[in-house]
Nanobody, 118 residues
């Protein structure tokens, strides 16, 4: 299973940005998708996730109400829409797929940089 994140960039505080994740090499509709982020020198942290059928989404408290995770199983795509961005949201954002056998995030994309700065 391969994941490719794209869409990062530079945005001003208060702005919006969407990041996409294309998944290939497996059966996308079987995988829960997670989003994580990592600041240089710190551990990767959970941002949110969406279940395989898209019926449920979960978010870390710091992004609730500002970020929205969605997916399109027909296109093998997952999305992270970010709004009301803050400088502390600056990080490399990763998408990951949950292996239905291990129930672990076994497959990861390469990450895309999101920078929130004026």
């Amino acid at each position: 299973v391969q994941l490719q994140a794209s869409g990062g960039g530079l945005v001003q505080p208060g702005g919006s940005l969407s990041v996409s994740c294309e998944v290939s090499g497996g059966t996308f509709s079987r995988y829960g998708i997670g989003w994580f982020r990592q600041v240089a020198g710190k551990q990767r942290s959970y941002v949110g996730s969406i279940t395989a059928n898209g019926g449920n989404t979960y978010y870390v408290n710091s992004v609730k109400g500002r970020f929205t995770i969605s997916r399109d199983n027909a296109k093998n795509m997952a999305y992270l829409q970010m709004g009301s961005l803050k400088p502390e949201d600056t990080a490399v954002y990763y998408c990951t797929a949950e292996n239905p056998e291990s129930r672990q995030y076994d497959w990861w994309g390469q990450g895309t940089q999101v920078t929130v700065s004026s």
